[in-house]
């Protein structure tokens, strides 16, 4: 009973976490039809400036926002500078975001060094909770919270917002959404900046359970690509049910199936790929 | 082989030529004795960066202390970056021994890393003091070119499973490691000795070596062990200790530590909960000799910082290779003659204690129980209890211990998992 219990509330928090980074990561895959392998290292940067902003006294909500502020802000950098000279080339974008994040993860390296780094979680959530007997951490349960809140503000956006309208124009049919005078240009900005932001303060609100360590992008990116390849790209629906479905996953796989740990999580990606490939809330894109 | 051979001698004529031709053209530019090439394989990018700038730091430290001079001659280390990858390792080590011709080799880090130059160094017969742990290195396939100052990855988990058993009397004991051969040999040669000494080894978790989220795991130990005895790599230790206490288990099961699971360079980063730990190791920056008070003072007036495993390791390496090229005149390009001193070598003292090998090229030196404590303000890794002239093989014979399969995740057998 504890056992199932504990498990579920891991596989739930892990499920949140997972949604802040994929979430993005899906958006701008659908939009700009591009799997953007910088994804990851946001993430991993996102929790490295948490540390910093943390370890100068910023509040630990401020910091999650001003990570992804300045995430969005690098992110915004090489969607306008780099991927736009590219426009139209989705492998050498691909590459070149690949290129990316060994740049930033070396950089990182450089100035937070090798050696891990935890983060405090807020004041009021380091005790774990304890209820019939079990003990669980408080601040895993902040994230599943955080995360739920955020799916709420983004299906806003997305359904009931001018700008989501155009993003779900622009998924769906680009070609057709540029006839009907949406400036798609400017819309592969605003969703690659949304995305990045997402991923960096999705890394420091992470940071307390994962610790800032080099290797954290790459832990994270096969995570987050198999959640969009379950969900379906460019659906933030897909990608909410793919994270619960991948945090279920891997905790409750690699608790009863240890061995099987990554067959268990990759399994349903493959069966996935090859009876409905454009994943579980995938739309055709035009 | 015949072609090596005779581009060999083409380039050793070449060579000749060339060096005839510039001391015709300027006589007076030899004063010193040509400088011994050490080649230094390393990681200073990706993952593994944490303990590969260790080395550095650990190696540049001896060298500065020598002023760069070993038994007489000018030593000059050449830095190659292998990122932690096999392929690279094995490429630059290439590059080390043919365009830098150097004498010998320091490194690699990783054991993944050693095997994949592990036939090359045969071949070129270069003498390689490698960090990587890798069991049957030094056993079953021993490779004659391979000498290893720090240990094997069981040498200090044998110990561990003595202490276990006898001082600290657990009697179920549950484990976790990273799932790799380094996690395994770890974790079986502890299972050996303690269940030898009729402790019992009651739960086994292997989690991925990458692995962002540990609470999986977290809640399937089991609550009545008596303690949980960790052999993580890396940052692993420190991310798992951290989610354990989350978890609301610090202080309910005691936790043990493997040779690199509470590693110095872990500590700086851990709070009051790392306190009371205990861990075993070849090395504790509060060893009290001579070598290590230098090596201690000097990594925290340059870096700022206690040398834990990886900068002992290559500082280790240093007074290595200097008592072997003191032993052979600086004759260092002699090959044969240079891994026979490196085997040969005795040092009563270095920053981890006396150092000998066994006719494996592994070492035979002191493993310390430690336990984390704070003084001065910072979180130390205390000697508890010192094993003197710990053996690869612990206390069985040679003959005897390699009769056994290698260490592997399941040798030896779990008998008394629950």
């Given at each position: 009973m504890q056992f199932w219990v504990i498990q579920t509330l891991n596989s739930l928090a892990l499920g949140g976490l997972l949604f802040l980074l994929s979430s993005g990561f899906s958006l701008i895959f659908g939009l700009m039809r591009m799997a953007n392998l910088a994804h990851g290292v946001f993430f991993m940067l996102g929790a490295y400036l948490g540390v910093t902003l943390l370890q100068a006294g910023v509040n630990f909500w401020l910091a999650a926002l001003g990570g992804g502020l300045l995430v969005a802000l690098l992110g915004g950098l090489l969607e306008r500078c780099v991927l736009r000279a590219l426009a139209g080339n989705e492998q050498g974008q691909v590459l070149v975001t690949l290129g990316v994040s060994f740049i930033v993860a070396d950089l990182c390296l450089v100035v937070w060094g090798g050696d891990p780094i935890p983060l405090s979680p807020p004041a009021g959530l380091r005790a774990p909770l304890f209820f019939m007997g079990l003990a669980f951490p408080t601040y895993r349960l902040a994230v599943l919270f955080v995360a739920i809140a955020a799916a709420v503000l983004l299906y806003v956006v997305m359904e009931r917002t001018r700008i989501g309208a155009m993003i779900r124009a622009g998924v769906d049919d680009m070609a057709m959404a540029r006839i009907v005078g949406i400036r798609v240009s400017l819309l592969f900005t605003t969703v690659f900046c949304l995305g990045a932001a997402l991923a960096g303060a999705g890394g420091v609100i992470g940071g307390p359970m994962l610790s800032a360590y080099p290797g954290l992008d790459s832990d994270m990116l096969p995570l987050a690509l198999v959640v969009v390849i379950l969900g379906g790209v460019g659906s933030l629906v897909g990608s909410f049910v793919g994270s619960f479905i991948v945090g279920g996953l891997y905790s409750f796989g690699t608790a009863l199936f240890p061995d099987l740990a990554y067959f268990v999580l990759f399994l349903p990606m493959l069966l996935v790929l090859v009876?409905?490939?454009?994943?579980?809330?995938g739309r055709t894109l035009a | 082989m015949s072609i090596t051979l005779r581009r060999r001698t083409v380039l050793k004529g070449l060579a000749a030529a060339s060096a005839g031709a510039a001391s015709l053209r300027a006589?007076?530019?030899?004063?010193?004795p040509a400088p011994i090439r050490v080649g230094f394989l390393t990681v200073k990018t990706g993952p593994l960066a944490s303990g590969g700038i260790q080395m550095e730091q650990g190696l540049t430290l001896y060298m500065k202390e020598r002023n760069s001079m070993l038994a007489g001659r000018p030593v000059e280390i050449i830095t190659a970056d292998t990122g932690g990858v096999p392929a690279n390792a094995r490429a630059k080590t290439q590059e080390l021994v043919e365009?830098?011709?150097?004498a010998c080799l320091i490194g690699p880090l990783a054991a993944f890393e050693a095997l994949a130059i592990d036939d090359y160094i045969r071949q070129e017969r270069v003498p390689t003091l490698s960090v990587a742990a890798a069991e049957d290195m030094t056993q079953r396939k021993a490779n004659p070119w391979f000498v290893r100052a720090t240990s094997t990855s069981a040498q200090c988990s044998h110990p561990m499973g003595d202490y276990a058993a006898k001082e600290l009397k657990y009697k179920r004991v549950g484990v976790i490691a990273d799932d790799i051969a380094y996690g395994h040999e770890l974790i079986a040669g502890f299972q050996r000795v303690f269940e030898d000494n009729?402790?019992?080894?009651v739960q086994k978790l292997w989690p991925p070596l990458a692995v962002p989220d540990y609470g999986s795991y977290i809640a399937q130990i089991k609550p009545d062990l008596d303690a949980l005895f960790i052999g993580f790599a890396g940052s692993n230790g420190f991310r798992f200790i951290r989610q354990f206490n989350e978890f609301g288990l610090g202080g309910k099961i005691p936790i043990i530590g493997g040779m690199t699971a509470i590693d110095e360079s872990l500590l700086k980063n851990m709070g009051d909960e790392a306190l009371g730990l205990i861990s075993t190791c070849w090395y504790s920056a509060q060893l009290d000799n001579a070598s290590n008070r230098k090596l201690v003072e000097g990594m925290e007036r340059d870096y700022k910082t206690d040398p834990g495993f990886y900068a002992a390791a290559t500082y280790v390496n240093g007074a290595v290779l200097e008592a072997a090229f003191q032993a052979i005149d600086g004759k260092a390009e002699d090959k044969d003659a240079l891994i026979k001193a490196l085997k040969a070598t005795d040092i009563k003292e270095t920053a981890r204690g006396p150092v000998r090998f066994d006719p494996y090229g592994n070492v035979v030196g002191n493993v310390y129980i430690r336990k984390v404590e704070r003084k001065g303000g910072k979180l130390v890794n205390a000697v508890i209890k010192t094993y003197p002239d710990?053996?690869?093989?612990w206390t069985w014979s040679p003959q005897e211990f390699m009769a056994n399969p290698v260490y592997s995740r399941d040798y030896p057998p779990a008998r008394f998992l629950e």
């Open positions: 009876l409905r490939p454009r994943g579980l809330f | 006589p007076a530019v030899i004063a010193q365009r830098n011709q150097v009729g402790g019992k080894v710990v053996s690869q093989f």
